[in-house]
């Protein structure tokens, strides 16, 4: 959402909120922004998860409903489904008065679709102008993991691939880029130190995104390791810098992957999987240079060029 605000203030005014860290204090900002523009805005934009932040929409729905604005759900978090089914009556109300339901991907849109509502497709975008391509073949054993620290993400099972990669290329290196969540990253820097893996395995934190795109040329395959997932822009922008993409195949994984032609994808937690695709991808340098190359092309498809016309017929059918 934070990128799509800025992008669409080129054509409107728009106002965003809320970037509280602390959720009574972010609810508290929501609602007085909300009131505050609610009488010179012609359209709201409710970022719509599965967890905690489904109240707020939820919440905010009912708000625009009373003050008679129309608004837009847009989608995210691989769990969404699961919410769909666990709150029938709150999503009818979330969903079912919605002008539009924005998903990301086909997997969402096929999940509300199953659940009675109407959805689009927007695809998530990136500007590819920023990502210099860089075309992969021969491997070298350095794996990228680019996520925020959390139990979703499953930042553990990247360390257990590397462990097992690493004792056939002792140069390996892996490097997990993100913010600590839910401290996942304690938890991961704790069994890099008990794999004696401390000099193998870098964690810089959060970075800029220029600054991990920077630190991406060190790097050959990315790796990504989720339980749940939708279209995970750090997928797409990986795809876009040509590096081989190894992820768990959940939610939304496979309708932005085709396994084998522009990625690599096993089953949730399926460690050995996992390590025989990384195996294959540095011993194949064909399959390498294929899945880099065709990544690119896919990803091109996500550029705000192609995405931006779709946004703009979309607001503009506000009433």
């Not at 081989?244 to 085709?258: A, D, F, H, K, Q």
């Not at 540095?282 to 990544?295: F, G, H, I, P, V």
């Amino acid at each position: 959402m934070e990128v799509l605000s800025k992008q669409l203030e080129a054509h409107f005014q728009v106002v965003s909120t809320s970037e509280q860290p602390n959720k009574v204090l972010r609810a508290l900002e929501m609602l007085g922004t909300f009131f505050r523009v609610q009488h010179r805005s012609s359209l709201v934009i409710l970022d719509t998860y599965s967890t905690l932040n489904f109240y707020y929409a939820w919440g905010f729905a009912l708000l625009c409903r009373i003050s008679r604005k129309p608004y837009l759900c847009y989608l995210h978090g691989g769990n969404l489904p699961a919410r769909l089914s666990g709150s029938p009556r709150m999503s009818c109300a979330l969903f079912g008065y919605a002008l539009a339901n924005v998903a990301p991907s086909g997997y969402l849109k096929t999940a509300l679709e199953q659940a009675g509502f109407n959805a689009i497709c927007i695809p998530n975008f990136i500007r590819i102008e920023h990502y210099p391509f860089v075309q992969r073949s021969r491997l070298r054993p350095n794996l990228l993991w680019v996520r925020a620290f959390e139990r979703t993400y499953h930042p553990e099972m990247s360390i257990r691939v590397f462990a097992a990669i690493q004792k056939t290329y002792p140069e390996a290196q892996l490097c997990m880029v993100g913010p600590d969540k839910d401290g996942s990253m304690e938890r991961c820097k704790l069994l890099v130190a008990r794999l004696g893996l401390v000099q193998q395995v870098q964690f810089p934190g959060q970075l800029t995104k220029a600054k991990w795109i920077e630190l991406s040329a060190d790097y050959d395959i990315f790796l990504s390791t989720p339980h749940f997932d939708n279209t995970p822009v750090s997928v797409v922008e990986a795809m876009a810098l040509g590096l081989p993409v190894v992820s768990t195949g959940v939610g939304g994984m496979p309708y932005l992957i085709e396994h084998g032609k522009d990625g690599l994808l096993s089953p949730d937690a399926d460690e050995p999987a996992m390590i025989g695709h990384l195996r294959q991808l540095l011993t194949d340098s064909d399959l390498a240079a294929s899945l880099s190359r065709n990544a690119r092309i896919k990803a091109e498809n996500f550029d705000w060029k192609m995405v931006e016309k779709q946004w703009l017929e979309l607001i503009h059918r506000a009433p």
